[in-house]
């Protein structure tokens, strides 16, 4: 199959392409299947009629033939025909794969089409080129020819024959328009070199072979024979280029005009007639430079009498002339200017030329100080004359008009003149003029800049008029000159009193109206109280307490001020408001801080039906706040709210009517902590959230635990509203059972109380009968029966009972290392139960017991190894032991000398401390200091379980333990309150 290769948008192609080719195969395979499928069925035709319809008794057989089966399903279905068709894809395009890979080697002709393309042929004729740029581009679109004159144009690959003729057509032009592109452009570049060369060359010997006639032309002379001695390096350098282009005209045959080469050939000629012009300048230098430097010394002799004159001219009387006319003056001094500006000139040239002959420069000071002098004089006049203008100006224009900046910049200004002159002017009697003028004008400026103050008011002009005695109307007569006549400026020092004075009183009365200002403008925030639209309170007043601070700051600095006396009244009047203010605030805060404390307290029933006497106070100072909050939200100016006549009083009696409702209710809950003492361990929030629901026993739940240490909360019966308390239960989950008969009814604090002696008594009556149903053989189903204290506190006795039995046995230390063995069974009974199926509840409880049994084990280890053989021995009764006695029909605990009731305090499921000897001697201690009434303080670094020891303590004890920290808060009331509980 051929394909032509072509060249589009930059990239290599195949026409037709693989597509196409891919189309056409399936065409051709369509047109063959119905070429095939247009051939009849043999089973029609009426030839076969006989063996397709045969005819038996003159009737046409019924079995008639069928047409046979479907070609075109024959020919979906054929898999050998379905493969050919396959492979012949698949050939075409593993062939078009492999002509992919031929074509690939002529991205070296792509890449070359591109570059050309991107050839500026404007860029090319540039000025800047150089040889090397035209002999690489010669040579390169010179190859690039080549490449492509040699380039094969048909390639066998396969099922492929790639033709490459019209790429090689399409290419073929390219190298050739960038060779023409080059080729054009480099003999014009080069006439052009080659002229402006010979330009230069042309005018360098110009110069070099005239004759200098004058000093000026002879330093010009020198000048451009030291430059081109410098530049003849670069002369020789464009000489090379030059030739290098028309050698690359020459070597590649590139067409120029015959007059262009005609003046190339003169080139070589020009440039060493100017090596030969360069050598006879540099040899007739010296000669010349002597002669000349004769002449400039007569040039610089001529100069210095026309200076003379100059200078001679400049010191006549008529230029220190104080009753001269400044025009004439300046006119003449102007004319003397121009003079010695054209010899100062003159005078440079020369030092120039001096300069170039080598020979030793001449000072000019006497030019130099006539030009200093002629110029301070200039100066003189000019400045005189300016002032005049200025001031005349100055003097007659109205007061309100003068600018006393730019007066005191014209001073500034004048005084450096004045300071000039006097330095560089020899005595005279303009000069002092000029310095008077100014200094006259210096010392009035205090008394203009006083009088232009915007701070003088008509009290202090009236004061200033009875200072100098005269009347002085401000209209537009009213000048500087006006001012000189009636001698005010002889007043200095008074008006520069009243105009201090009138400054420091503008500035207090701007911070009084900043005072103003800003309380004109300050409101309260005010806000509806919950969700109330008719109560409100006071939101945010913490820039209201910022600025009053500010503003008493301003009023205080305002009354210290010796010029306060105008808005003295003011400024009082505004302090006793202030001070009022400040009074106010702080009487409402604490109102509305207590009403806010109160206000949720009194308004439940259950609270105004147990303080009534209270409750009609709160209700009396509820009126009297909803209505001044009424008002200060209609009007919320806080100045104007905060000094309402009487509210200072009204606030100062509701303050005093609830410190009396707070006295009342601290005496009411103390009543209530004294019947049922928990209540000490509930702030007062707590207990009164819980006195004002009494009627809903529910509202204790959330208390519960602050008032006993295990029980989370109080079960009732499911009936609605039902009073009758059912059982304790616990955090881990655990219920106990209170009774019967227990009751919700009444104050909370009673029925808490019996509440508490139900607990007692439920503990007290489950640990008997879990004493009596104790048996060793059956410990492993006993210890899931039970309560996790009941088990943990029986298991205890029983233990203490089973030690003492032994240490009582004749063989006491045989029976205690039986004791040991048993201890130790005990535990493996525990550690299979603990690997079955438990409950998480009865998982914490099998926890704590293990932790018991454990302690027990290493007491009974550590009696063995002591040799204990008798229950007095203090390695015995130094442990913790538990009996019950039946005389109390209570559990006792004994350690050492001191005895402790069991406390009955519901301890639900919790975990218990792993006993160590540190504890032990820790209990030990404790224990003692208890039984003679005394306190314990264990000391130790943070973390190592100080306070979980003295709560084990409590917990072994069935007491119930406060945790508390000392911080800032807590203070010897709360401590009070501790201690009472």
């Not at 005018?203 to 020198?222: C, D, G, I, K």
Request: proline content about 3%; some cysteine.
């Amino acid at each position: 199959f051929k394909v032509d290769l072509l060249l589009e948008d930059e990239s290599l192609t195949f026409e037709p392409s693989v597509a196409i080719f891919q189309t056409r195969v399936n065409d051709i395979v369509r047109a063959l299947q119905e070429c095939v499928l247009t051939v009849d069925k043999l089973v029609t035709d009426d030839y076969f009629d006989i063996y397709t319809k045969p005819r038996i008794n003159e009737r046409v057989d019924s079995k008639a033939v069928v047409d046979g089966p479907s070609l075109e399903v024959m020919f979906e279905d054929d898999s050998h025909f379905q493969t050919l068709l396959a492979d012949i894809r698949n050939a075409l395009g593993v062939a078009f794969v492999e002509a992919q890979k031929y074509v690939s080697g002529f991205g070296v002709f792509q890449e070359m089409y591109r570059q050309n393309e991107l050839l500026d042929v404007e860029e090319v004729r540039r000025n800047d080129r150089t040889v090397a740029f035209f002999t690489e581009a010669m040579q390169r679109y010179k190859g690039q020819q080549d490449q492509v004159s040699s380039m094969e144009t048909q390639g066998n690959v396969g099922l492929i024959l790639v033709d490459s003729t019209v790429f090689k057509q399409h290419l073929t032009p390219s190298p050739r328009r960038c060779y023409h592109a080059v080729e054009s452009a480099l003999p014009v570049l080069a006439k052009a070199r080659n002229e402006a060369l010979l330009s230069t060359i042309s005018n360098a010997l110009t110069m070099l072979q005239s004759a200098p006639m004058s000093t000026t032309e002879f330093v010009e002379s020198l000048t451009f024979l030291e430059d081109i001695k410098q530049n003849i390096d670069d002369v020789m350098a464009q000489f090379q280029v030059v030739t290098g282009m028309y050698g690359l005209v020459e070597e590649y045959g590139v067409r120029v005009q015959p007059e262009d080469y005609a003046v190339f050939q003169t080139l070589r000629p020009s440039l060493h007639q100017l090596q030969e012009a360069i050598g006879r300048a540099d040899e007739a230098r010296d000669d010349n430079i002597n002669k000349f430097s004769i002449e400039l010394d007569k040039d610089i002799s001529e100069m210095r009498a026309e200076v003379l004159e100059v200078k001679q001219q400049s010191q006549l009387e008529l230029v220190f002339d104080p009753n001269a006319a400044p025009a004439t003056v300046l006119a003449f001094l102007d004319k003397l200017h121009v003079q010695i500006e054209e010899l100062k000139k003159r005078a440079g040239d020369y030092t120039r030329y001096q300069s170039h002959f080598k020979v030793p420069l001449t000072r000019f000071d006497e030019l130099e100080e006539t030009y200093q002098e002629i110029n301070l004089k200039k100066t003189m006049w000019a400045s005189l004359t300016e002032w005049d203008q200025i001031f005349r100006e100055v003097n007659e224009a109205p007061f309100e008009t003068i600018d006393c900046e730019g007066i005191n910049d014209h001073l500034t200004r004048f005084s450096k003149v004045v300071y000039a002159l006097e330095k560089g002017l020899p005595p005279n009697d303009i000069t002092p003029m000029l310095k008077g003028l100014v200094e006259e004008m210096r010392g009035r400026l205090p008394v203009i800049t006083n009088l232009r103050n915007r701070a003088l008011k008509e009290r202090h002009w009236e004061h200033i008029e009875d200072i100098i005695g005269q009347k002085l109307v401000r209209d537009e007569t009213f000048t500087l000159s006006f001012l000189e006549e009636r001698n005010v400026f002889d007043f200095k020092e008074q008006i520069a009193e009243i105009s201090g004075q009138a400054t420091n009183e503008a500035s207090l009365e701007g911070m009084l109206k900043k005072v103003e200002d800003v309380w004109s403008a300050l409101e309260f925030v005010v806000l509806p109280h919950r969700d109330s639209k008719d109560v409100f309170i006071l939101s945010g007043i913490d820039e209201v307490q910022a600025q009053l601070e500010d503003s008493q700051v301003t009023i205080a600095t305002i009354r210290g001020s010796r010029y306060v006396g105008p808005i003295k009244k003011q400024v009082e009047e505004w302090d006793k408001q202030l001070s009022l203010f400040s009074e106010t605030l702080d009487e409402w805060m604490t109102c509305q801080r207590n009403w806010l404390y109160l206000e949720s307290i009194f308004n439940a029933p259950d609270i105004q039906r147990q303080l009534p006497a209270e409750a009609k106070m709160f209700a009396q100072v509820d009126k009297s706040w909803r209505d001044v909050m009424r008002k200060t939200n209609m009007y919320p100016n806080a100045i104007k709210a905060g000094t309402a006549p009487g509210l200072v009083d009204a606030m100062q009696n509701n303050n005093m009517l609830l410190d009396q409702i707070q006295k009342c209710l601290e005496d009411y809950l103390e009543s209530k902590r004294l019947l049922f003492p928990r209540f000490y361990f509930l702030s007062n929030d707590e207990l009164l959230e819980i006195l004002a629901q009494t009627k809903n026993p529910q509202a204790v739940q959330p208390h519960m635990r602050k008032c006993f240490d295990a029980i989370v909360s109080l079960e009732f019966s499911n009936e609605a509203k039902s009073i009758d308390i059912l059982a304790m239960n616990s955090a881990e989950g655990e219920r106990v059972t209170l009774g019967k008969n227990l009751k919700a009814r009444g104050n909370v604090e009673t029925w808490l109380g019996n509440t508490e002696d139900a607990m007692v008594a439920s503990l007290r009556r489950l640990m008997k009968q879990a004493i009596a149903e104790y048996a060793p053989d059956t410990r492993d189903t006993w210890v899931r029966q039970h309560a996790g204290q009941v088990v943990l506190s029986v298991s205890q006795i029983m233990w203490c009972q089973q030690m003492t039995t032994a240490l009582h046995a004749e063989d006491a230390a045989g029976a205690v290392r039986e004791m040991e063995q048993v201890c130790i069974n005990n535990l493996a009974s525990l550690a299979a139960i603990v690997r079955g199926d438990l409950s998480a509840l009865q998982r914490c409880i099998m926890s704590a017991l293990i932790t018991l049994d454990v302690h027990s084990r290493d007491i009974v280890t550590g009696m063995v190894e002591a040799g204990v053989a008798g229950p007095m021995e203090f390695e015995w009764t130094k442990q913790q032991r538990y009996y019950w006695d039946g005389d109390n029909d209570s559990c006792v605990v004994r350690m050492s000398n001191a005895v402790f009731n069991y406390g009955y305090e519901y301890l639900g499921a919790s975990p218990r401390l792993v006993i160590t000897p540190l504890t032990d001697r820790c209990y030990l201690c404790l224990t003692g200091a208890m039984q003679v009434h005394l306190g314990g303080a264990p000391a130790g670094p943070a973390g190592t379980g100080k306070t979980e020891t003295v709560k084990d303590l409590a917990k072994s004890v069935a007491k119930q333990c406060v945790v508390f920290n000392c911080s800032d808060g807590l203070d010897y009331k709360m401590m009070g309150k501790f201690f009472a509980g």
